[in-house]
């Protein structure tokens, strides 16, 4: 019997539906999404060098150049305001007085230690256009960690912001007797722009390749001294060009990032995200709790940049009021994207709904590395992932990445006994990430550390899941899940084992940080006498109204210590619970200039009463959290107490 069709009236809803359904499940639109970004911003790398045209001078250049885009605004910082061809003039300016003053030349690394400026983004440009390479310094390092970073760069020059010039002391400067450090002073400015505004000759800068060092961004070094990353063109080129179209920058747009431009977030992810759509890229000098919406305000910024705890910071501060109006200002801005790194999923949803940001674009990725993960989220469907993908999109990248299972004591990929390979790890389970490198040309896709092969070899592992392939190691544990979403679950060597399970400390700080006493919290494990592993510590900042009388610098209330403990008796199993507490003040945790929190010193300096300075120190004992005295870590190292 033959089928009759169906009637348009019925058919053209259900294959709506349809559609509907599968876009949903498989997430087609998504996917559509990311290849319609990263494939336009590999073309257009491949055209730029093609025409020996990768260097970002000459992004500056045709935007400064061009009638359409010459006066539109490029730069704003503090109450100035730079236009594409102004910029473009001061460039040159510098560039001149660069070559012809300090005889900067073609592939030399030239050290910049500066604060957000537009004087370190002229700077920046002046090196690029003779074919110069910067090295940025992280302006807050001082003495053997700055005077590393000096020499990690082979340079022989150091151009030094006014404002953080004390930072390099005479311990430094003597250490490092061959290297000039100049600050660039106002008057030294002024006598950069009496120079003419001479065009360097392409020659400088053509020959350059993808492959070809643009930056020198060094790590953050919270495990030991930062390492010098070397940022290529092709990185610099995709990344910017991939961001602009994934996050739907616009030329009107104004992008404003607080954070520093010594790192890679704010550089690759902001600053040539904002050039590669030709739109206006507003800083400040550096993060300010009170002043970030007042700056976002002033600037009209339509995104804004952040990483680590800079969302938790804001949320903590008081509601802002218009002195005048009585106006409250949280929601008074054009803002309509948050976009960066380390979001914690505790204060996700409760950033968007107190200052009426509707979209996160949240990434994971690292300096150095060769891939990232991205997530566009304006539901509850994605909150707190690093990462999400569609079936088309993971069929297309799913044999570039892996999550091998970890070996904790050794914190490297487990390695079967019999076969000597790594094994991935179930959907949802985690593991390390790891993503593929081109095994007969791994410079291809990782340049590695500048002059320092041990620890570039540290990061690249072979014979992984085959004989002869090779991968990168991101160092850090994730899970993906069964909906192709991805979520950080812990940096290698964080997580640790209690009681035979691995604990992972950014899972209990999200449960410990949803308890509403609770500012911020760094979660990390501390070795006891006589016992094996290490059991959980939380280092806790809280909120004035818990602690007694509600006075900064005096404990908690009994009441906070007992509804703490019973909340993350019921949020977390047995073996991961903080048997510590380690009661932070002074008004934030210990934190990295990216406003990453830091571990090592508290790890090492334990629960010891004595060793932990001002800060007290906490146990669980039955339903609440009491003082730990000296006496009890006598019991402990006596044998009389078994946790």
Known sequence: MTSLPLPLPVAVPAAAALAAYANAKYLLSYDWDLVSSVAPALVQKAWWMRRGRINFFYRLEDLATAKSSANRAFLRFEDRVHTYAQAYDTVLRYATWLKERRGVKKGELVALDFQNTDTFIFLIFALWSLGAVPALINYNLTGKPLAHCVKKATTRL?????????????????????????????????????????RPPDEFRSDAVGTTMGLLIYTSGTTGLPKAAIVSWD?????????????????????????????STAMLLGFSNTLSAGATFAMSRKFSTSGFWDDVRKHNANIIQYVGETCRYLLSAPARIDPATGENLDRKHNVRIAFGNGLRPDVWNKFKERFGIETIAEFYGATEGSFATWNISRNDFSMGAVGRAGSIYNLAVGRSIAIAEVDHET????????????????????????????????????????????????????????????????????????????????RIGDTFRWKSENVSTAEVAQVVGLHPSVLESNVYGVELPRHEGRAGCAAVLFRPAALVGGAEGAPPSEETLKTLAKHVRKGLPKYALPLFLRVVHGGSLQTTGTNKQQKTSLRSEGVEPGKTGLDEVYWLKGDSYVRFTTEDWGALQGGKVKL
Request: glycine share 8%; proline share 5%.
């Open 158 to 198: 150091v151009l030094i912001d006014p404002t953080v010039a004390d930072n390099v002391g005479e311990d430094v400067r003597s250490e490092l007797s061959d290297v000039t450090f100049e600050v660039v002073t106002p008057e030294l400015e002024v006598q950069m722009l009496s120079h003419d505004a001479t």
């Open 235 to 263: 990185k610099i080129a995709v990344v910017g060009g991939f961001t602009s179209r994934w996050a739907g920058t616009k030329k009107s747009d104004v992008f404003y990032t607080a954070m520093p431009l010594y790192h």
């Open 411 to 490: 914190e490297l990929p487990y390695r079967d006994p019999k076969t000597g390979l790594c094994r991935r790890v179930a959907r949802g389970e985690p593991g390390e990430l790891l993503f593929t490198l081109p095994a007969e040309d791994v410079e291809s896709r990782f340049q590695g550390y500048y002059g320092d092969k041990e620890a570039t070899g540290k990061k690249i592992m072979r014979d992984v899941f085959s004989k002869g392939d090779a991968w990168f190691r991101t160092g850090d544990i994730v899970r993906w899940d069964s909906e192709n979403r991805v979520y950080f679950n812990d």
